[in-house]
């Protein structure tokens, strides 16, 4: 039970059918106080004319999802990532985010031992590039059934010995519950992630049985067996004071008039958040 | 690579589409040295003649699969799951199977850690049955993403820690390559296994990407991206001497002329295993 939106803040994933110029408006207007903005939303829009269009409607930029996406066999294919995370940066910079969120990457023709070196490695080579624009970097552990080929970072624990192992306040780790409501460790690994600095963000959805799709059947908070207010608490009590970010991939809701959608997603999130 | 099957054991699962009576002639006119036996496979057969059956083919009884399903949140439920397994340890004595592979279970509508504590317990009860039986258990890791309805047990840290608890030479784990190759702790886990004389089971196949299927789209053994030569190598490194079996779900092989799927997973645990 949430008494107030203050902390809502919505993935314009989430409203996938709507465009940005659709969705900010839409989600102003329903009390909902903050946006993480997909790069596929300002995808050949002016970041200006954006970020003015969300400040106008009292809306937080949370984060900008996503960059990452490291590991390649191909020297070329991982400049290729740097050079695209630098403009997520740039990106980031220009809309006003604290931060970048990094899906972290994973290749299925090289062990996960490499593929997590060249996600450290690659990070360290934009380091310099987010601090120097005052952006941070949010590493995002993905759901084990992802290992093979979107990110070789699969636990909270791998997170923080990255963010250890980096050593820079610019980098951090973005917690979802989807990906790791499962782990006996997570109320181990959010306080020392939040004791350590490195808590930047939180993710909401649902886990539901079954699961029908890989990628595009999350489920709405209340919709599966997530304890969502317990690792909610786990996180506040480790010092987070952030925005409660609803990320939801889902085929099901985006067939829905979003109008309705938005208004089950606040009274889920009231309810079961 | 693997020079010769001495040491390969195969699911009856593999080859759903035959009858036990026809895959044990098949099996062992192949070369192949073992099997495990899934119970469906004896649905409604005499045992005494099933194990005859696998005895005058040659073949080794590796397994019997599967027990487990322990967690419910209502306890007629639990009681039926422990009634259940019982039968299961009687079915593994009678066609000579060592032990019962667990698929530990997990309940939507109750906490993890609830169905972790289920799990234990529903083991626990059934423990005297297993030890005057001389069959043993072996806690099955599933994949987290199994975590809502299959199995609340979900890494190889989890399941030697569960053998800790119940300090039983009777209850051990069985490692399956399938739902724990993503782990960064799986080689300290395996050795720590071994070490305990808690590995008595190894289960080989693939996971492919993309997986398109929850349940029933496996790979074997070389269609995926798992490095089964190096955890193998682990397995080994920690003592384990048992069979290597091939477990696998898929539509996909299942539709085939299953004669052929069988010489296809021989060439490729003889290539890739």
Request: glycine residues 8%; aromatic residues 8%; proline residues 5%.
């Amino acid at each position: 039970m949430i008494a107030d939106l203050s902390k809502l803040c919505l993935h314009t994933i989430t409203t996938k059918p709507w465009a940005i110029e659709v969705a900010v408006p839409k989600y102003a207007a329903a009390g909902v106080k903050g946006i993480t903005v997909w790069r596929n939303a300002i995808e050949g829009r002016d970041l200006a004319k954006a970020q003015k269009l969300i400040a106008d409607h009292g809306l937080t930029v949370v984060s900008l999802c996503r960059g990452g996406f490291f590991p390649s066999p191909d020297a070329a294919e991982r400049q290729r990532a740097i050079d695209d995370n630098k403009r997520a940066i740039d990106e980031a910079a220009a809309l006003g985010a604290p931060h970048v969120v990094l899906v972290p990457g994973s290749h299925p023709r090289q062990p996960l031992t490499v593929s997590r070196a060249q996600i450290r490695d690659g990070i360290a080579a934009v380091l310099p590039h987010a601090r120097a624009a005052g952006v941070k970097l949010a590493i995002e552990p993905l759901h084990p059934m992802y290992a093979g080929d979107r990110s070789a970072v699969n636990t909270l624990r791998q997170a923080n010995d990255m963010c250890d192992e980096l050593a820079s306040p610019s980098v951090g780790v973005a917690v979802d519950v989807y990906h790791l409501w499962w782990d006996s460790e997570l109320a181990q690994q959010i306080q020392r992630c939040g004791s350590a600095g490195y808590l930047f963000a939180f993710h909401l959805c649902d886990w539901k049985t079954p699961t029908l799709d890989f990628l595009n059947d999350r489920g709405l908070m209340g919709e599966g067996c997530i304890n969502l207010p317990q690792i909610r608490g786990w996180v506040e009590a480790a010092g987070f004071r952030g925005f409660n970010e609803v990320e939801i991939f889902s085929d099901l809701h985006w067939a829905k008039n979003q109008d309705e959608f938005l208004r089950e997603i606040i009274a889920a999130y009231e309810r079961h958040a």
